[in-house]
């Protein structure tokens, strides 16, 4: 069984989003521990890129921040080998498939594997291309996990089918970012994907209140939340953790 599965055995789980180095690595490692303690069940670890195309203003501040604060690959590689001695819940990494190519597709997903990262999400990878890297995912026991977006439509049940660890329904059109209000019909969505697997599926992109995380809870198996995250790192820099450790708490009572 996937080690991501884990995440959604307790009920309804809560992915928190982190880009890693913002502001440096070391306040990662405390927002991640912070986020675990209050509750997350499972933590997505963003990997900085110079060219973000799935996400908002909010994340790509940053990436930018990270990366010039000088974070790397192998530096991030090596902070979560070390987070691992205190963290337990599972983690995967987002980020885009150059990132991944560039440093050795092999080399970058069997490091995966020795860090104890679960899972890869590559937001730019079409699922038709998936092959590129789904071969070496498998050899190395890292899930590819695959999106769903409202655009989908009659390919929901075709990515669903070959879904691994779980599905990312992305809830609205555009890029990353806090919404006011998402109007998509994701309850027809996740329909499509109960009649097709039995993977577990989480939305996100646009949730940042617990009103919105226990509406979008309700038709899935938990919420993903980034930009509402990195807003507090972005704010209080490396005083954030504290306040990631109460939000997080906040919004997985509303899970409950």
Known sequence: MSNIAKAFEKGKAFIAFITCGDPDPETTASAVRAAADNGADLIELGIPFSDPTAEGPVIQGANLRALSGGVTTDKIFAFVRELRSTVNVPMVFMTYANVVFSYGAERFISACRDIEIDGLILPDLPFEEKDE??????????????????????????????????????????????????????????????????????????????????KFANVSDGVIVGSAIIKLLEKYGRQAPEYVGEYVKAMKEALK
């Open 133 to 214: 890297f789904l071969p070496i995912c498998r050899r190395y026991g890292v899930d590819l996990i695959s999106l769903i977006a409202p655009t989908s439509e009659n390919r929901i049940a075709m990515i669903a089918k070959e879904a691994e660890g779980f599905l990312y329904i992305v809830s609205s059109l555009g890029v990353t970012g806090m919404r006011s209000e998402i109007k998509t019909d994701l309850a027809s969505i996740v329909k499509v994907v109960r009649q097709n697997t039995n993977i577990p599926c989480a939305i996100g992109f646009g949730i940042s209140t617990p009103e919105q995380a226990k």
